[in-house]
C-alpha cells in the first residue's frame, strides 16, 4: 500500500494535479476537502463562518487519519493547513510521502482564488505559513497537463514516487544512484552510438525475461538517449505498455522527456525509427543535476538557449533551479499542446538549430555532443537568416553570446562546410524531395520556418 500526499498552500493545485497522477500512476484518489464535507454535510466555506476555524481542523484530522487508513494505493490531497497540526504530519509522513507544491506567483495565485481555486478565505495565510511550507524536504515547483501525460517538475520526487518498478537505467545513472535504482530490468550503454535497432531488441528481450504484459509499464531514468529508447521499446513492446520518463540530464528534462517522440537511429540518420509514445508521466527532479559533470550540464544549457530564443530572451544563469526548468520547459509544453503530432506545422519551431545540428552532430561522428551540435546549428542557422534577409547582422553576434556565455561552441569544427552538410542534411525527415524546411532564429521571441532547395547552393 502506498499514500502520496499533495500539499500546499491553497490554490496551488492540489487537487488538479492529484487526480492528473492518480491516473498516470493506476492509484486512486481522494480530497480530504471533500471528506470533511461528505461526512458534515456543509461546504467548507460555511463550516469556517458557522462552526469556526478549530471546528474544521478537528474534522480535517479525522478525514486525515480515515485517508491514511484506506486500503491500496491513493493520491491524496490535503488542506492548505491540514499539516500544521504535529501530530498530523507525523501520521502524514509516517504513512506515505509528502509532496510540497511551491505557491504560483501572488498575481497567479490572487487570480485562481478570486476565479474559484480556493473553497475558504485565505487572507494572508500563504505568506505566515511559507516556513512551515518549506519545511517539507519533497518539493513540486510546477506541473503541465498534456493530453495523455502529466509533466512534473521539483526536487527530491522520483525518489518519492518511483517504487519497485521495471526500470531501465543508463549505466552513469545505474552507477551513480544505486540505493534508487536497485534492480533494473535493463541497463543501457550511454552514448549516442548506442542508440540502435540492435540495442531495441536487447531491451525487447529484457522486457520478456522481466515478463512484462500488456498492463504492465517501464520506466525510464537516464538521459534523452535512454528515454527514446525505452519509450520506443515500451511503444513497440505488446503493441505497447505505458512508460514513465525520469529524465536525469539537463538536456533531456528540457528537451527530449516531453512531447512524445520516441525512436532510434539508423546509419542514414538521427531518430529515423520511431513512434508518438507520450510516457503517462515525466518526472523533472533537479536532484539528478548535482552529479553531472559540466560538459554534460552545458549540453542542457543549448536546449535551454534555443527555447529563449522561440519564447524570450535567456534570463537565468548557469546552474537553473526547478523554476527556470519549468519555466523553460513551458515553451515546449506550449507548443506540442497546439500540435501534439506535427500536423499543424507549429511544433516544426522546436526544430530550432536542429536540421544543421544534426548534421554537424553526425558528421562529427558523434564526437560532438548534442547540445554542442545544436549550439553550433543555432548560430549557423542565425547566420543563414541573415543571409536571408530576415534579420540584422548584429542579431548573429548577440545569439552567439548566448552560448558562449554557457561555455558552448558556437563554430563549425575545422574542415566541416555547409557543402558537405548539405549531402546528410538531404537525409533529413523533414524534407519533401531535395527540400529541407530550416527553422531560422532570427531574434529572441522570432523563430521562422523556411523551406530552402538543397539541390541548389544555400545561401
Known amino acids: 500500500m502506498r499514500k502520496i500526499?499533495?500539499?500546499?498552500?491553497?490554490?496551488?493545485?492540489?487537487?488538479?494535479?492529484?487526480?492528473?497522477?492518480?491516473?498516470?500512476?493506476?492509484?486512486?484518489?481522494?480530497?480530504?476537502?471533500?471528506?470533511?464535507?461528505?461526512?458534515?454535510?456543509?461546504?467548507?466555506?460555511?463550516l469556517f463562518a458557522t462552526e469556526g476555524e478549530a471546528?474544521?481542523?478537528?474534522?480535517?484530522?479525522?478525514?486525515?487519519?480515515?485517508?491514511?487508513?484506506?486500503?491500496?494505493?491513493?493520491?491524496?490531497?490535503?488542506?492548505?493547513?491540514?499539516l500544521l497540526r504535529a501530530e498530523n504530519r507525523a501520521l502524514a509522513e509516517k504513512s506515505g510521502t509528502v509532496i510540497c507544491l511551491e505557491a504560483p506567483g501572488e498575481q497567479e495565485l490572487a487570480e485562481r482564488i478570486a476565479a474559484g481555486g480556493t473553497s475558504r478565505p485565505l487572507g494572508d495565510k500563504a505568506k505566515e505559513r511559507a516556513p512551515h511550507y518549506a519545511s517539507f524536504p519533497v518539493r513540486l515547483a510546477r506541473y503541465f497537463l498534456l493530453d495523455g501525460s502529466t509533466v512534473i517538475v521539483g526536487k527530491g520526487l522520483a525518489r518519492a514516487i518511483v517504487k519497485n518498478e521495471h526500470i531501465v537505467a543508463d549505466e552513469n545513472v545505474d552507477r551513480l544512484y544505486p540505493d534508487f535504482i536497485k534492480e533494473a530490468i535493463f541497463v543501457m550503454p550511454s552514448g549516442e552510438e548506442f542508440k540502435t535497432p540492435q540495442m531495441i531488441m536487447e531491451m525487447w528481450g529484457a522486457f520478456a525475461q522481466a515478463g512484462l504484459g500488456r498492463k504492465d509499464r517501464v520506466v525510464a531514468v537516464g538521459g534523452g538517449v535512454t528515454g527514446d529508447m525505452t519509450g520506443f521499446a515500451a511503444a513497440t513492446w505488446m503493441r505497447g505498455i505505458d512508460w514513465i520518463n525520469v529524465p536525469t540530464t539537463l538536456l533531456s528534462m528540457v528537451d527530449a522527456s516531453t512531447g512524445g517522440k520516441t525512436g532510434c537511429d539508423l546509419p542514414e540518420g538521427k531518430n529515423l525509427a520511431g513512434a508518438f509514445h507520450s510516457p503517462k508521466l515525466v518526472i523533472v527532479d533537479t536532484e539528478f543535476l548535482a552529479t553531472l559533470p559540466p560538459e554534460v550540464l552545458k549540453c542542457g544549457l543549448a536546449e535551454m538557449i534555443k527555447h529563449a530564443a522561440i519564447g524570450g530572451k535567456a534570463t537565468w544563469g548557469k546552474m537553473p533551479d526547478a523554476r527556470d526548468i519549468a519555466d523553460n520547459l513551458a515553451v515546449k509544453v506550449g507548443i506540442v499542446r497546439e500540435d501534439p503530432f506535427e500536423t499543424k506545422g507549429r511544433r516544426i519551431l522546436l526544430n530550432c538549430g536542429h536540421t544543421i545540428g544534426h548534421a554537424v552532430e553526425k558528421a562529427s561522428g558523434y564526437a560532438l555532443s548534442h547540445g554542442e551540435a545544436v549550439a553550433i546549428g543555432c548560430v549557423e542557422e542565425a547566420k543563414l537568416a541573415v543571409r536571408l534577409g530576415l534579420a540584422d547582422a548584429a542579431w548573429v553576434e548577440e545569439f552567439a553570446a548566448a552560448f558562449k556565455a554557457a561555455e558552448l561552441p558556437t563554430e563549425l569544427p575545422a574542415g566541416m562546410t555547409l557543402m558537405a552538410l548539405a549531402e546528410i542534411m538531404r537525409q533529413d525527415k523533414k524534407r519533401a524531395g531535395s527540400t529541407v524546411t530550416f527553422t531560422l532564429p532570427c531574434g529572441w521571441g522570432d523563430v521562422r520556418p523556411v523551406k530552402l532547395d538543397l539541390a541548389k547552393p544555400l545561401p
Not at 58 to 73: I, K, Q, W, Y
Open 5 to 46: 500526499f499533495l500539499y500546499g498552500p491553497p490554490a496551488s493545485g492540489k487537487t488538479t494535479l492529484g487526480k492528473a497522477l492518480a491516473e498516470a500512476l493506476g492509484y486512486r484518489f481522494a480530497d480530504t476537502d471533500e471528506m470533511v464535507v461528505m461526512a458534515t454535510g456543509c461546504n467548507i466555506s460555511n
Open 55 to 82: 471546528y474544521f481542523r478537528d474534522r480535517e484530522s479525522e478525514a486525515l487519519a480515515r485517508a491514511c487508513a484506506l486500503e491500496g494505493d491513493w493520491v491524496v490531497a490535503l488542506g492548505g493547513g491540514t
